[in-house]
């Protein structure tokens, strides 16, 4: 598998920015609102502190796994470790048949998507049911969520109401109250069917062993609790120390998220009640070889709250269809190299400007464009992204400018050839991508440099 | 000369400032050099320019080139080691070599010499306290702030305190100022397509404040956002801030 990412989703209508489609308006709303809830609080010291927190978690990351595996087994629950995402789903489906599951109800969690649990489910003859409306929504149309937390973000109420209508066989309706109510009368039943509920964890609180859940719809807790057992899929780096960093973190969270001063639903799951049974299935998938990785290892501070995607210029133009798997915008760039392999993550941390729009706003001050600097030299340096004909173009621009008569050759060259690719290489291949929709830049009759000698 | 000298450190009369050119701005766009050096000869700043400087390096770390943006990032060490106060008429040049040079290479010489390296708007108001320079430039204007600048080194609040001080100008203020003209070195030729739908929402609202030129303290970013206008016909000019506050 490589990954493309699909720039061809550029709509022509983003030329005429009186005309932003669904995405960007839907984006700019989501980051006013996240401003508006910001200014109520202490907002840049909750970020450092929070920044601390992920900080020591991560850095502690195998003994705070350890606790919160003792206390949440102390509580009755059962632990399961899984190196990789194929594992996490194999085991996900051991569990299912243990318990004679026909059918799994799901609250909204990525990792699910990083397991593609709901092929797996289907192929074993068990039938995943998405219960956020979002996800619902992108289950029935058979595609990917296209963003963290707004799973069906590139449509619109009209594409939802000619997707109902074709795939439920109701009366066409846009009216986004009328939708919802649809999509809640067909699930109602579905958790009460359901052999197995499962839930991500957006954290996981060490001394307490106790799994927390944040949502608005009431699908999370209904998908945990309804069904006689309930799995929690919980990426390894979701586990931080105590109940009080927790508070932090929501506050952080609804905000950057939703634009919410608190999330609707905060559930804390503390181990099987009556008589059901509970599961945590820890998922590696790549988490430790981002932690292994100095400068890489901040990306596991993140609280998946989708800020970033909302003010990043790239995302906001193609959606996350185009970044080609589960995580999108520049958190996805960052990460999916050492999730699926720096190789098959093709040009994605490319895919950037690094104009910093996202570390901006990232409520735990992940430095993203650094990051990406960094994946992009990891690609170079595995020869992932680079062919060997840019790779010879930029060192033999670099010996160039390593000297001064190199410098003074490479001027000369521009003058003379009108070549302006010897002083910016990444011109020279794709001189003509320029030039298409910009006049070339000039060479002028005097340097800087030679102005400076002779004055 | 001051050999050792940190950020931190106040400028005292006398200290001399080394300039650090850029590449391309040596080659294509000189006069925003020029501008730089009678700005501080007005304001009676000794300069001093390193003639064997080239290329701060940041084309091949945007590329992915490590290990050729490690070996420019040390001759740039090995040239301005000496100067306490570097400044650079480029928020992008500045941001590679005060901000990435750190992460590029942590507790290298290079990341210890970025740190003395201010851009023109940062220095002139935060280091010199100057913010009128003696200016005087009679047209409406507008600013492209680069996001290297405004986010990297946080330069926007003293770029547009000095053109609101120029004489006789009209600073209209650039609505979303704050989003990506989407230029981005290589990126704009990588991803062709997207680079110019960034540029073209930049040119929409630069035009829609009706100014006569576009004024950015970042060479490239204009270079990408000006083609871009000149390719379509626009009567709107660009100029570097430094251009702007060198005219009388
Ligand atoms: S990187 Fe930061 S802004 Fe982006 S999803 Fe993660 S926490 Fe949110």
Redesign the pocket.
Known sequence: MTIHFDRRQVHDDLHSPSAPPILDSSMRRAVEHKHAAQTLIAWDELRERAHEIKAYSIEHLDELLVRFEREFIARGGRVLWTQTADEAASRFLDICRAHGARSVVKGKSMVSEELELNARLTAAGIDPVETDLGEYIVQLAGERPSH?IAPAIHMSRQDVGSLFERKLKVDYTDDPEALSEIARLRLRQRYLDAGVGMTGANFGIAETGTVVVVENEGNGGLSAQAPPVQIVVMGIEKVIPTLDDLIVFLQLLAR??TGQKMSTYVHHFLGPVDGRAMYCIFVDAGRTDLLADPVARE?L?????????NVCPIYRRVGGGAYGWVYP???GS?ITPSMVGVEDAGELPFASTLCGA?AA????K?D?PHLLVHERSRSVDEGAASSPLENAAVSSWARAMSSSRGYSFAVLAARVGGAVSSMLPWISPAARAWSKERSMPKVASMTFKDWWRER | MSRAGTASDAYAPGDTVALFIPCFIDVLFPSVGKAVVSIFERLGVNLDYPAEQTCCGQPALNGGHRKEALELAARFGDIFEEYKWIVVPSGSCGAMTKRFYSTLDPGGKAAAVGTRVFDLATFLVDVLGTVDVGARFPHSVTMLDGCHGRRELGCTAAARRLLQAVGDIDYRELPAIEECCGFGGLFSVKFEALSTSMGSAKCANATATGAEYLVSGDSSCLMHVGGMLEHRGSNLKTLHLAEVLASR
């Open positions: 963290i950057s998220g990306s501070y993140c609280i998946r709250c989708g800020a970033c995607l915008g520049p958190i960052v996202c706003e990232c409520p735990v992940i993203l």
